[in-house]
């Protein structure tokens, strides 16, 4: 019998530099397959088509004024800013730990400066949309999305590949 692994600790770099103590949670990116029924004459029951990856974002939130983050507010660039968590996870069965990291590439999307009140916690929520996303566990990579260049990789293997070939990539 296996006890989950379950997040101990964590921290969050913003083009290199780190966020310790400073972010107070961060959703991490949902993975998600654009898809489409379809059910063809002779089908007893619809299928559904793989369309590709939705959009992926991350939502975080710090305890206050994060001036490096405003300072790229706007970037024209799709990739201007680079985003890694990276979390340790241990189950309370063993005394090792293992890392999740993940990597993504976009920019802000949004920044909510949140209410202002004296002497009161202050949230300071950002959202960041990527064009790139990597995945990885204690070092390997798990799942690698680039949207501009067209791969997708999970455990090993391009699933487009096979399309760049087609479209004469």
Known sequence: ???????????????????????????????SRKMEEWQGGGMSGPISIDYGQEA?????TCGGLMEEVLRVYGITT??????????????????????????????HKEIDLGTAKPREDTDFKVTTVASYYKLSIN???????????????????????????AIGL
């Not at 992926?56 to 975080?60: M, Y």
């Not at 340790?88 to 993940?102: K, M």
């Not at 990579?141 to 791969?151: A, R």
Request: aromatic share 8%.
């Open 56 to 60: 992926i974002q991350l939502e975080w």
């Open 1 to 31: 019998m296996g006890m989950p692994r379950k997040l101990k600790g964590y921290n969050l770099f913003h083009n290199g530099t780190h966020f310790l103590g400073q972010t107070k949670e961060i959703q991490l990116p949902k993975l």
């Open 139 to 165: 070092g390997e990579d798990i799942i690698e999305m680039d949207f501009i260049n067209m791969v997708e990789r999970i455990n090993g293997h391009d699933l487009l590949a096979g399309l760049r070939k």
């Open 78 to 107: 799709h990739d201007g800013v680079q985003l890694r968590f990276a979390g340790g996870y241990q189950r309370e069965d063993s005394p090792a730990y293992d890392s999740l990291e993940i990597v993504v590439r976009g920019r």
